[in-house]
C-alpha cells in the first residue's frame, strides 16, 4: 500500500508528442472528400484505435477587490445548437486544438472513451477537428458502435 503523494501517476500517452495519426487525418480527408457511407466507416474504423484530445479551459469565477484571480476550475467545452443537440469538440492534435482555441488545454484520451463518456453524458456527437477543413461530426448509430468498443 502506498502512502498519499509517493506515487507519481503516469499517463497512456506520456511519449505523445500532440500530433496527429496520419491514417486518421487520410480518413478524415477522404470522408470530406466523398462524403459517403463507405468513408465514414473507414474514420471510425481508424477511430477504433486513435487518441483525440478533449479541450478544457479555465473559468474563472471571482476575483478578489484588487482584480487578482481569487477562484477559478478547469471546464470541458460543450457546443449547443438551436435544435438543442449537444456537440462535444475534440481534435486529431495540439496544433487543430491551438487553431481553435489557444487557451484551451488537451486532455488525451482514446476515441472510444471519448465515445462512451458522450453516449452516457446524452452528449449527441463528437465534433471532430471542427475549426478544420477536414471537420468531421460524429453521431448517432456510429457514436454508439466507436463507445462499444474495447482498445
Known amino acids: ?7 507519481i501517476l503516469t499517463s497512456e500517452f506520456s511519449g505523445d508528442d500532440g500530433s496527429a495519426d496520419p491514417e486518421l ?11 459517403a457511407s463507405e468513408t465514414e466507416q473507414s474514420v471510425i474504423n481508424v477511430l477504433k484505435k486513435s487518441r483525440l484530445l478533449v479541450p478544457v479551459v479555465a473559468q474563472i469565477e471571482s476575483n478578489s477587490s484588487d482584480n487578482i484571480e481569487k477562484d477559478s476550475y478547469i471546464s470541458q467545452v460543450t457546443f449547443k445548437s438551436a435544435d438543442g443537440r449537444v456537440g462535444l469538440p475534440v481534435f486529431t492534435s495540439l496544433q487543430t486544438l491551438k487553431e481553435w482555441n489557444s487557451e484551451a488545454r488537451p486532455i488525451a484520451q482514446w476515441a472510444n472513451a471519448i465515445a462512451l463518456t458522450c453516449v452516457e453524458s446524452n452528449i449527441d456527437a463528437m465534433l471532430i477537428d471542427m475549426s478544420s477543413e477536414y471537420r468531421f461530426a460524429l453521431q448517432g448509430l456510429p457514436l454508439l458502435q466507436l463507445a462499444n468498443t474495447k482498445n
Do not use: I, N, V
Open 1 to 7: 500500500m502506498s502512502r498519499f503523494g509517493t506515487e
Open 25 to 35: 487525418l487520410e480518413a478524415l480527408k477522404l470522408h470530406s472528400l466523398a462524403s
